[in-house]
DNA sequence: AGCACA
């Protein structure tokens, strides 16, 4: 496969990023992108002349870090097909929280790394990089239990939203979604009420809205489910 | 192309 022969892993790692993203932005957008799979833990992105153009997203779970790598593999990102891997390492933060983390051995590894490349790292403003935006992620409800689908589909620039009160309308929706970028229309359908579509110009947009509304509750029995429509 | 976390 494409991931080689790195055993799978908690973290992705993400390479073929657009480099004129800003760090702050490219970590947002990646957190918007991929929690619809799993909670992140942290996301690590330099800019330094070896690490730019990649980056790392730390999932809780290694099955979601599994789904993230095959369904968003060559996703246009930035006008840039993403190109995942699983991390060939554990991150630190995750061995910290396993209490494996072994300060010293850290030291050292990095000093054999220095020696065979002459590359001084550079400040990384350490803006929160995962818990801002729109308070934490949902932690796991409206799995959809028809068993239609189970493994997230495929990214489209189609959203499919599910469990909303009958007496939603199109407008509210808009209210909703238009403040995305990319938005293009709601779609509902008379005779099925609880569901809509919402179209957006590109997967990436309808992908950042996704994860920004996704849970958002019109009543507080109705937290939305959105996935991408079917193709 | 390039696997870090200070």
Do not use: H
Request: a positive charge; one cysteine or more.
């Amino acid at each position: 496969m494409l991931t080689g022969d790195i055993p799978p892993n908690q973290t992705i790692y993400i390479k073929n990023l657009n480099e004129k993203v800003k760090k702050e932005e490219l970590k947002r957008s990646l957190y918007a992108l991929f929690s619809q799979y799993g909670r992140i833990v942290d996301i690590v992105a330099l800019k330094t002349p070896k690490l730019r153009g990649q980056a790392w997203v730390v999932f809780s779970e290694v099955t979601a870090a599994s789904n993230a790598v095959r369904q968003m593999q060559n996703f246009p990102f930035y006008d840039k097909p993403m190109r995942i891997q699983y991390s060939k390492t554990k991150s630190d933060c995750i061995a910290k929280a396993e209490g494996t983390y072994d300060k010293k051995k850290k030291q050292e590894e990095k000093v054999e790394r220095k020696t065979r490349g002459r590359e001084g790292p550079q400040t990384t403003t350490s803006n929160g990089p995962t818990a801002d935006t729109n308070g934490g992620p949902p932690a796991s409800t409206w799995q959809a239990k028809s068993g239609a689908q189970e493994a997230a589909a495929e990214p489209n620039n189609i959203l499919f939203i599910q469990n909303l009160p009958y007496e939603t309308t199109c407008m509210m929706l808009e209210v909703l979604f238009k403040q995305y970028p990319g938005f293009r229309e709601v779609r509902m359908i008379e005779a099925k009420p609880g569901i809509a579509f919402v179209e957006f110009e590109d997967d990436m947009q309808s992908s950042v809205a996704m994860q920004a509304l996704q849970g958002f509750k019109i009543t507080p029995q109705n937290p939305m489910a959105i996935t991408y429509a079917k193709k």
